[in-house]
């Protein structure tokens, strides 16, 4: 009976459910439209200066909220503006980030999984309402590849988001269930150095050394992953900021390994003589010139 009075207000043929978001919203917006309650009231720069935008506000709203079911109403009856509740029906609701959940993740539905979507699609607004509900969610992990929400903004190339997360809390140094922190996939995706730049400076340069793929002490670190995807300026810059007794570590494990990288990538430059000291099993120093230039 709830369902068929609120249908009959004329708005919408029927409450909003999850398998009906697309008409329910065309029909609303389509209604807001007509009543001049659209423009600057739930979508675009809200101009809550104007003399009449508190009452169109508070129409819109009513409007929205009309529409909508008992258990849905409660989800959105502590929102101010049309345009919040609006944006969170969306998020929860849309068949967009449901269909790019449904092909990505097979068919289960968790809010986690959602605001992931969200923030690989760039869709801020969407992402935001998940996190006002829930701040955790921005560290939590993605039961497929244990990912939180910077790993995926890193791997969409959402830096703006990724930067966004970032000030609201979430972990640079993170690691997903490959070892994989936010900054080493950001190495290892792209030769996007001004990124990974501004990652080192918010989380510290022991992000330079944290190793991937660990089973022992010798997991590839950052500027391996780089080389090995052939990223030459990455590569370098990394390079640049990798410390030396890093490299010498385990008998030069790390830089025998970076020079064979290189080499494989034809990462040459012009500047810089890579000089590696590598030790034998018995302690003596065995110099091993690389004539490499890597910068």
């Known amino acids: 009976?709830?369902?068929?009075?609120?249908?009959?207000?004329?708005?919408?043929?029927?409450?909003?459910?999850?398998?009906?978001?697309?008409?329910?919203?065309?029909?609303?917006?389509?209604?807001?439209?007509?009543?001049?309650?659209?423009?600057?009231?739930?979508?675009?720069?809200?101009?809550?200066?104007?003399?009449?935008?508190?009452?169109?506000?508070?129409?819109?709203?009513h409007a929205i909220q009309l529409s909508c079911g008992h258990y849905t109403l409660r989800q959105i009856r502590n929102c101010v503006t049309a345009q919040e509740a609006w944006n969170h029906l969306k998020a929860v609701f849309s068949e967009d980030l449901r269909a790019d959940h449904d092909i990505e993740q097979g068919g289960l539905q968790t809010d986690i999984e959602m605001f992931h979507v969200a923030v690989k699609k760039g869709m801020w607004n969407d992402a935001i309402l998940f996190i006002r509900r829930d701040g955790d969610i921005i560290s939590q992990k993605s039961s497929s590849k244990g990912w939180t929400s910077l790993h995926v903004a890193v791997d969409a190339g959402q830096d703006k988001i990724m930067?966004?997360?970032v000030k609201m809390g979430a972990l640079l140094t993170e690691k997903d269930w490959e070892g994989y922190t936010p900054f080493a996939l950001a190495a290892k995706s792209s030769d996007d150095t001004e990124t990974v730049e501004w990652m080192l400076n918010k989380g510290g340069n022991d992000l330079l050394t944290m190793k991937i793929k660990a089973n022992d002490d010798k997991g590839d670190i950052p500027v391996l992953l780089a080389a090995t995807k052939g990223h030459k300026e990455m590569t370098r810059f990394l390079f640049s900021m990798t410390r030396w007794f890093t490299l010498l570590d385990n008998n030069c494990y790390y830089g025998a390994k970076l020079l064979s990288h290189c080499i494989n990538a034809e990462i040459f430059g012009k500047f810089c003589c890579l000089t590696i000291f590598c030790f034998t099993s018995n302690k003596k120093k065995k110099n091993l010139l690389f004539k490499y230039f890597l910068v």
Do not use: C, F, P
């Open 1 to 61: 009976m709830a369902a068929v009075n609120i249908a009959s207000t004329g708005i919408v043929l029927e409450v909003l459910t999850r398998d009906n978001y697309l008409d329910w919203s065309a029909l609303v917006k389509n209604y807001l439209i007509g009543k001049d309650l659209w423009d600057n009231i739930v979508e675009g720069n809200l101009d809550t200066k104007h003399l009449n935008w508190k009452s169109k506000n508070g129409q819109a709203l």
């Open 163 to 165: 930067k966004e997360l």
